[in-house]
Structures are given as structure tokens and as C-alpha cells.
T-cell receptor
């Protein structure tokens, strides 16, 4: 079945540092890929998405590129802020069979940014 | 426009007690979902409803039942709570299931503890 693997966390950075959170996936066909963010005490919010190979999703300074050859969708930000402290989830939406349209999530990566 | 709302926000149960978690959305979405979130495991799909009048099992349905009361409301019931059901429960909705662009919108969550 479909699966998503995120880099082990937690990740701790200083303000203005560069962020990378790795995400790789296993799926049949051509899934859509997502990054969701969960701020403390809140539900998940969509951060960005990409629906086909080589698409780049971007939002709030975050970027991720859909790489089919490496089955990856790594999240990056050039300069993090304290307000970026949250849990980040990589997810895919299945493209075929019983997984069609359903979201499969990675385990989440806790990011803490210090001033 | 409240989006997805969930009640209650917190609940403590004793083993064997029953309860119903309520979820409502005001975005006229066709599809609704229930997830549980456990540390280090991301979100796992319990049940979903592709459209009003239909419900289907997700990845971890045992011990739960659901009701799609109408297009807006989707409830999750624990008939006999067990400590293993201690978790944070999220409801989500999307325009429709049958799309690989399945962006889901999440509620704020219900934190359930079973003693």
C-alpha cells in the first residue's frame, strides 16, 4: 500500500537558519503530494501541494518539488522564523485502487525555532 | 464561515464508557473523514464518508462506529472505550473524495483520554 516516510525529528534551529525536512513516498501511479502544518493546539492546515511530477508547491516562503525519479517531496525554507515552530506532515493522495483520493500521512516532524 | 468544528475539545472517559464525537462543516463539502493522531505515527484514517448516505472503513476502524447524519455532520462513536483509544481525534472534510487533488480541511481536534 501507499506509505510516506519523513526524516526523524525533532528539528531545532536558530532563527534565519535554512530548513530542510525530507519526505519520501511509496505509491502506485501518480499521487498528489502535500505538506500540512500543525501549530500548537490546532488542527492541520494545508501548507503547499503539488499534483504532478516536477511541480513546485510554495507558500509563506516554504517550497517543495515533486520528484518522481527519487519519489521525494522535501520541504525547504531559506530563513526560518520563531513563528514557524510547529509540526510538519508530509502526505500523499492516492492515485489508484482503494487508496484513490485518500490521504496517507508521514509521522510528522517537530520543528522548534529559537530566537 | 467556521470551517470544520468539533465538540468536545477535551474528554476523559473510564474504560467501558461510551461517547460520541461530533463534527460539522459549513463548506458544502461532500466528503468527510475521521482520523486519530498518536505520537510518532502521524494521522491514521478511522472512517470516511465519500458522500451523504455512505460510510466506509479506513485503516483503523476497530472499536469505532460512524454516522453521516446529513451533508454537514459526521459523528464518531466509541461504544466501549478502551485505554488504547486515548488519542487526539481530528475530523476533516473535502469537496469530494474521488479526486487526486483531495485537499482536506481539518477541525481543531478532540483530545480523548481513557482511564
Amino acid at each position: 500500500g501507499d506509505s510516506v516516510t519523513q526524516m526523524e525529528g525533532p528539528v531545532t534551529l536558530s532563527e534565519e537558519a535554512f530548513l530542510t525536512i525530507n519526505c519520501t513516498y511509496t505509491a502506485t501511479g501518480y499521487p498528489s503530494l502535500f505538506w500540512y502544518v500543525q501549530y500548537p493546539g490546532e488542527g492541520l492546515q494545508l501548507l503547499l501541494k503539488a499534483t504532478k511530477a516536477d511541480d513546485k508547491g510554495s507558500n509563506k516562503g516554504f517550497e517543495a518539488t515533486y520528484r518522481k525519479e527519487t519519489t521525494s517531496f522535501h520541504l525547504e525554507k531559506g530563513s526560518v522564523q520563531v513563528s514557524d515552530s510547529a509540526v510538519y506532515f508530509c502526505a500523499l493522495s492516492g492515485a489508484g485502487g482503494t487508496s484513490y483520493g485518500k490521504l496517507t500521512f508521514g509521522q510528522g516532524t517537530i520543528l522548534t525555532v529559537h530566537p | 464561515n467556521a470551517g470544520v468544528t468539533q465538540t468536545p475539545k477535551f474528554q476523559v472517559l473510564k474504560t467501558g464508557q461510551s461517547m460520541t464525537l461530533q463534527c460539522a462543516q459549513d463548506m458544502n463539502h461532500n466528503s468527510m473523514y475521521w482520523y486519530r493522531q498518536d505520537p510518532g505515527m502521524g494521522l491514521r484514517l478511522i472512517y470516511y464518508s465519500a458522500s451523504e448516505g455512505t460510510t466506509d472503513k479506513g485503516e483503523v476502524p476497530n472499536g469505532y462506529n460512524v454516522s453521516r447524519l446529513n451533508k454537514r455532520e459526521f459523528s464518531l462513536r466509541l461504544e466501549s472505550a478502551a485505554p488504547s483509544q486515548t488519542s487526539v481525534y481530528f475530523c476533516a472534510s473535502s469537496v469530494r473524495l474521488a479526486s487526486s487533488y483531495n485537499e482536506q480541511f481539518f477541525g481543531p481536534g478532540t483530545r480523548l483520554t481513557v482511564l
